[in-house]
Structure formats: C-alpha cells, structure tokens
Nanobody, 119 residues
Framework: QVQLVESGGGLVQAGGSLRLSCAAS????????MGWYRRASGNERELVAR???????DYADSVKGRFTISRANAKNTVYLQMNSLKPEDTAVYYC?????????????WGQGTQVTVSS
C-alpha cells in the first residue's frame, strides 16, 4: 500500500555530516507525521525525530542541536540532516510514515539505512 525508500546512509568520521532522505509512494491520500528512528546494535529501536504535516517537530535529547528534520509534502519526502556526528550515532536508521490511504490508515516503515560514524 505504501512504500518508503531511504537513501543517504554511509560511513563518516566523527564531526562529519550526512543527509538521509525517505520518499513515500503508493496509494496515498495524505501523510500525517513522518519520522526517523534508529536501532544500534544490541539496543531497541528509538525515536530520533518526527515532523507533523504542519511542520512541527520534536527530537530525541541526544540529537537536539545537531540533527534537523524537514519534509517536502508535495514530494511525500522527509529528510534528516545530521551534523556533528558522533560514534554513538552509529545505527540503522529507519523512516516511518503515518499515511492515509484508500484502505484506511497505514503505518509504513522503510527497509533501513546504515549510518556508521568512526572515531
């Protein structure tokens, strides 16, 4: 029903930057909140940042001031600009979208993209 395709992960040195993108496609009427989560090895998945359809956003305390979430509603796309990266940011990052489809609400997840920060 709804597919999310992520891009932009990779390997970067501490202090560097990466930008993640996530594009939604499918039988979408509208997308409400979109967000990024991450799962580090051995840990549970945690919220990184979320943004509403109106642009309101919230962040995990660990990334405030370093990461910025934004979205392009016309493109059904969400971005995560990650600056001043730290080794503890190393994780698989997952995109999430709360979509309205012709079949009803749909909670979509991307396949994940690896972010590795070397010290």
């Amino acid at each position: 029903q709804v597919q999310l395709v992520e891009s932009g992960g990779g390997l970067v040195q501490a202090g560097g930057s990466l930008r993640l993108s996530c594009a939604a496609s499918g039988s979408i009427f509208s997308i409400n909140a979109m967000g990024w989560y991450r799962r580090a090895s051995g840990n549970e998945r945690e919220l990184v940042a979320r943004i509403s359809s109106g642009g309101g956003s919230d962040y995990a305390d660990s990334v405030k001031g370093r990461f910025t979430i934004s979205r392009a509603n016309a493109k059904n796309t969400v971005y995560l600009q990650m600056n001043s990266l730290k080794p503890e940011d190393t994780a698989v990052y997952y995109c999430n979208a709360d979509a309205s489809t012709k079949w009803g609400p749909f909670d979509a997840w991307g396949q994940g993209t690896q972010v590795t920060v070397s010290s």
